[in-house]
């Protein structure tokens, strides 16, 4: 899905995922069908603080400087990029439609999505993916796809800023989706969701039969534990980052943190599993067929402590960190506890990059 329409085809493209604590810029290259692929570049910088705060970009000079530093640091190779943008100025809805081709669609879509989005479709940009065709007396299955202007604006001139060129602009918990398809088999009869968990937004996408069937943001996420542990022990947010990592180090961490962090640690768990799972059943309640049978969680949140043990005991899901380089060729460039680390907060930025461009 791409909102500024562009062919794929052979063309290596960087994946850059622009967060709003860390800038991943990411350069893979496709062996072909079940062959894997081949990490060519790798780059994380970090984002000063409310750099990005809900969505807005408030210090477009920080984010440039950080999106230089990751390319810079990953030796990518590629100045076309593919960015995705998330939150409450991107709306996705699966709507039903009366029969047409794609080029009458195209040409109607405007009015169409009139009915469908809360915003004035003047001021969005729209795409469309048709997910089934219908009969000539049966409507067809599309997926609409609106982000505000004045949001895939800002993501352009920061881009073409640090010196590289957009090519395209998706949507977070669709890169997410091409990640999960590029590593791992397909399930043409299940249904999996996918749980993004990023600093301050959420990306929740439930794919059945290998298309999107729900999806939901979330603007809550991993900064929430650092503005916790900062009111816990009244410490510096950058401090309290510096804490909430130190214990985000996987499910068999025996590091000690103080009671207060531990306590912070796990109300923001629970209510993070909370929101999460209202959505996942509200799901499960609108599509009675329908049952998820698999919960694959990444981002930096996945990581936190204990999270994927209180999700699983939450839920009942049979729940799996999803591992966006589980398919990599093995490359002695990279230090694998790097990779190890860093792999469940790159499901958007390599999902991005899996993409070619056609010219």
């Known amino acids: 899905m791409n909102l500024s329409w562009p062919r794929?085809?052979?063309?290596?493209?960087?994946?850059?995922?622009?967060?709003?604590?860390?800038?991943?810029?990411?350069?893979?290259?496709?062996?072909?069908?079940?062959?894997?692929?081949?990490?060519?570049?790798?780059?994380?910088?970090?984002?000063?603080?409310?750099?990005?705060?809900?969505?807005?970009?408030?210090?477009?000079?920080?984010?440039?400087?950080?999106i230089r530093e990751a390319v810079e640091n990953g030796r990518i190779e590629s100045k076309e990029v593919v960015a995705a943008v998330s939150g409450l100025s991107v709306i996705v809805k699966k709507v039903s439609l009366p029969t047409m081709s794609r080029e009458e669609l195209a040409d109607q879509i405007q009015w169409e999505a009139e009915q469908y989005i809360p915003?004035?479709?003047?001021?969005?940009?729209?795409?469309?993916?048709?997910?089934?065709?219908?009969?000539?007396?049966?409507?067809?299955?599309?997926?609409l796809v609106a982000a505000k202007r004045d949001l895939i604006d800002d993501y352009v001139q920061v881009i073409s800023e640090a010196g590289l060129t957009p090519v395209a602009i998706d949507v977070a918990s669709f890169a997410v989706e091409n990640a999960h398809e590029l590593n791992y088999a397909a399930e043409p009869e299940g249904v999996t969701a996918l749980v993004n968990i990023g600093a301050q937004v959420v990306n929740i996408n439930v794919t059945q039969n290998g298309v999107p069937a729900f999806t939901r943001d979330i603007t809550t996420g991993g900064s929430q534990y650092t503005e916790q542990i900062q009111k816990a022990l009244s410490i510096s947010f950058d401090e309290a980052e510096k804490i909430k990592c130190g214990t985000s180090v996987g499910e068999d961490s025996q590091e000690l943190v103080p009671q207060e962090v531990e306590h912070a640690i796990r109300s923001m768990t629970d209510g993070l599993v909370g929101e999460i799972s209202r959505s996942l059943d509200f799901f499960t309640a609108t599509s009675?067929?329908?049952?998820?049978?698999?919960?694959?969680?990444?981002?930096?949140?996945?990581?936190?402590?204990?999270?994927?043990?209180?999700?699983?005991?939450?839920?009942?899901?049979?729940?799996?960190?999803?591992?966006?380089?589980?398919?990599?060729?093995?490359?002695?460039?990279?230090?694998?506890?790097?990779?190890?680390?860093?792999?469940?907060?790159?499901?958007?930025?390599?999902?991005?990059?899996?993409?070619?461009?056609?010219?």
């Open 288 to 359: 009675a067929e329908s049952r998820i049978e698999r919960v694959m969680l990444c981002g930096g949140g996945a990581q936190m402590s204990g999270f994927v043990n209180t999700f699983r005991e939450r839920t009942g899901f049979e729940v799996d960190v999803l591992d966006p380089l589980a398919r990599m060729v093995p490359n002695t460039r990279f230090d694998p506890e790097f990779l190890r680390q860093i792999a469940p907060s790159l499901g958007v930025s390599v999902g991005l990059a899996a993409r070619r461009v056609q010219h």
């Open 119 to 143: 915003f004035d479709v003047n001021e969005v940009n729209l795409d469309f993916q048709i997910l089934e065709d219908g009969s000539s007396d049966e409507n067809m299955e599309v997926l």
């Open 8 to 66: 794929f085809g052979k063309k290596s493209v960087m994946g850059l995922d622009i967060g709003s604590s860390s800038v991943k810029a990411v350069e893979v290259g496709l062996r072909g069908p079940d062959k894997g692929f081949d990490l060519k570049g790798l780059g994380v910088a970090q984002m000063p603080a409310e750099s990005i705060v809900q969505g807005a970009f408030l210090n477009a000079g920080a984010i440039v400087d950080s």
